[in-house]
């Protein structure tokens, strides 16, 4: 067999039992609360230096 050759009586009769599925529930771990953190730069200092990192990362590619 080539590259990207398979056995199409493979592909025929592919069948799914839906009871030996396991769900995924993906609001499992949700977060219902309140974050918050002090820090004593001011805003203005951050976006300055988040706008500094945007640069680095575009003067990389």
């Known amino acids: 067999m080539g590259f ?3 056995d199409e ?3 025929k009769e592919q069948t799914t039992d839906e ?3 396991d769900a995924v529930n993906v ?3 949700d977060h219902h ?3 918050s953190f ?3 730069v001011s805003t203005d200092e ?3 230096q988040l706008g500094s990192m945007k640069d680095d ?3 990389e590619e």
């Open 38 to 40: 002090e820090s004593d």
């Open 4 to 6: 990207g050759s398979y």
């Open 46 to 48: 951050l976006v300055d």
């Open 27 to 29: 609001h499992e771990n």
């Open 19 to 21: 009871e030996d599925v």
């Open 33 to 35: 609360g309140e974050m």
């Open 57 to 59: 990362d575009e003067s």
């Open 9 to 11: 009586s493979e592909q």
